[in-house]
């Protein structure tokens, strides 16, 4: 792809990369945008669109970006997030301040940015904390683009560090009645069965009223979460996405089981007042339970996982197990790949019925 001369700006190979270099500057003093792309291609629709902000007659103002960020969420994010939201995410916003603060939004650099992601990671913090402060910065950037306080973005160029969830694991369905026979005679028991009859998250669960249960419909009520939030604890908030919020219909055994446990009053499971059930003490109760019925550890939220793959591997639609789950069947279908070639499997068995 041959570059129009009429283009400003220059090209030199880095490496394997390709950097891009141009004048921006206004009033007599020299400034230059610069970025790093894989391809010469890459970097020159980056000097394209450069240019094309340049003859707009987008300009490089002069702001901190302390100033800049604080207006910026203040003004607008606030009211754009849901509140519990607004919260974590200022927290990010902190840590950019105490690293960035002070420095012009124009002036920072690649190199800025990676420093700053190293510091993070030296200060004991979670790759996956990293990646949501990430997410943060690259927001401010996007903004300030549309304010045309720069006219590049060059946070765009530079990727957090890789973050990998948790493996997923699952018990087989002969481990998880070991499970339930192991707990069945406890106070416990009444959350376990839950867990397993409807794979809620943890949150889910501890945010969870006893008017939530309807013992005549069979049905539970999920629709709000218990979430924790630095500086505040744990606060009840709304569930993430509209998916989330659903009626499951509970097994027989499971509303029976309920319904015993109602009557002996013992550990309580909802709350109308006072202190809800933090995810904390669940986890360690889950975890002694699991250690006292010899089975292979698994998180509270590997139950969720367990739900859901023997729903899918029984063959049960994939619409049926996002409603239950809380999810929607295009992230059901990306979680659970694994699952789906055995469904396949499954099916055209099925269909050989036709010539038996």
Known sequence: MKRNKAIKGTIRERGDKFEYVIDVGTGGKRKQATGIRDTREEAELALIEINRSLKLGQKVDSVKMEEFITGYFEKIVQ???????????????????????????DAITIDDIESFYHHLLMQGLGKGT???????????????????????DISREVKPYTYKPPKMKIWKTEQVRHF????????????????????????????????????????????????????????HDALKTENSERKV??????????????????????????????????????????????????????????????????GKPLVTVADILGDTPQTVNSTYAHVIPSMLESAVTSLEDFYA
């Open 130 to 152: 990293i990646r949501d402060t990430a997410m943060v910065l690259r927001k401010t950037f996007k903004y300030a683009v549309t304010k045309r306080i720069i006219l590049h």
């Open 180 to 235: 339930i026979e192991t707990v069945k005679d406890t106070e416990r028991y009444p959350m376990y069965a839950l867990f397993f009859a409807t794979g809620m998250r943890i949150g889910e669960f501890c945010g969870l009223f006893s008017t939530d249960l309807n013992l005549i419909d069979n049905k539970i009520t999920i629709e709000r979460q218990l979430l924790f939030i630095k500086g505040r604890g744990y606060v």
């Open 249 to 314: 219909l509970l097994p027989k055994h499971v509303v029976e089981v309920l319904q015993e446990h109602s009557k002996h009053g013992r550990l309580p499971l909802f709350h109308e007042k006072g202190e809800p059930i933090k995810p904390p003490l669940i986890r360690l109760l889950f975890k002694s339970d699991i250690k006292a019925a010899g089975l292979p550890p698994i998180r509270v939220h590997d139950i969720r996982h367990t739900v859901a793959t023997k729903l899918l591997s029984e």
């Open 79 to 105: 009211h754009e997030v849901r509140p519990s939201t607004y919260l974590v995410q200022s927290h990010h916003v902190k840590k950019i301040n105490a690293f960035f603060g002070q420095k012009r939004v």
